[in-house]
T-cell receptor, first 113, second 111 residues
């Protein structure tokens, strides 16, 4: 079974620039999550999708972050404009249904300078 | 909501010894807990889980203990190996199947 694919692996941008991350979940997984993991901390949930609908985005800073999951498969997370404090690893995870059997991707490490 | 936290940010053990990583949680209604292992440059990987109707669950070289009275759980790794070096997180779900993670404990295995 292929895992959760994320790209790019690394990204360095200047503050106020925009950036986008891509996630391809495990085939057939209806639920997709984006987490932010700041260095030295545990992952923090940003948004949860069920198929192509948003289940919860209460932790997503909507003034600068946006996410979509067109057709209920791949997902993109965008930051515009980026701030220094957005430097983190952005993890995507998927699960077959609304259970806790998450599989995480390797993440995208974002550095904002 | 739920909050989970680990007791120690770093744990150093000798290869072959047993490791114990602790975690406390706040919501007494929590009924499910998960331990994840995160190696450098990788996403968290599921290790073992436990439901609140159990006190103990064993896997291969790992055991999770749950003490609901004091809202504490622990991960025990037997015969710790260099490959066990990683950051370990406990996690518990909040409403809507969203996992809340603790801050993590970095396990370092000395040869």
């Amino acid at each position: 079974e292929a895992g959760v694919a994320q790209s790019p692996r690394y990204k360095i941008i200047e503050k106020r620039q925009s950036v986008a991350f891509w996630c391809n979940p495990i085939s057939g997984h209806a639920t997709l999550y984006w987490y932010q993991q700041i260095l030295g901390q545990g992952p923090k949930l940003l948004i949860q999708f069920q198929n192509n609908g948003v289940v919860d985005d209460s932790q997503l800073p909507k003034d600068r972050f946006s996410a979509e999951r067109l057709k209920g498969v791949d997902s993109t997370l965008k930051i515009q404009p980026a701030k220094l404090e957005d430097s983190a690893v952005y993890l995507c995870a998927s699960s077959l249904d609304s259970t806790y059997g998450y599989t995480f991707g390797s993440g995208t490490r974002l550095t904002v300078v | 909501g739920e909050s989970v936290g680990l007791h120690l940010p770093t744990l150093s053990v000798q290869e072959g010894d047993n490791s114990i990583i602790n975690c406390a949680y706040s919501n007494s209604a929590s009924d499910y807990f998960i331990w994840y292992k995160q190696e450098s440059g990788k996403g968290p990987q599921f290790i073992i889980d436990i439901r609140s109707n159990m006190d103990k669950r064993q896997g291969q070289r790992v055991t999770v203990l749950l003490n609901k009275t004091v809202k504490h759980l622990s991960l025990q790794i037997a015969a710790t190996q260099p490959g066990d070096s990683a950051v370990y997180f406990c996690a518990a779900p909040t409403a809507g199947n969203m996992l809340t993670f603790g801050g993590g404990t970095r396990l370092m295995v000395k040869p």
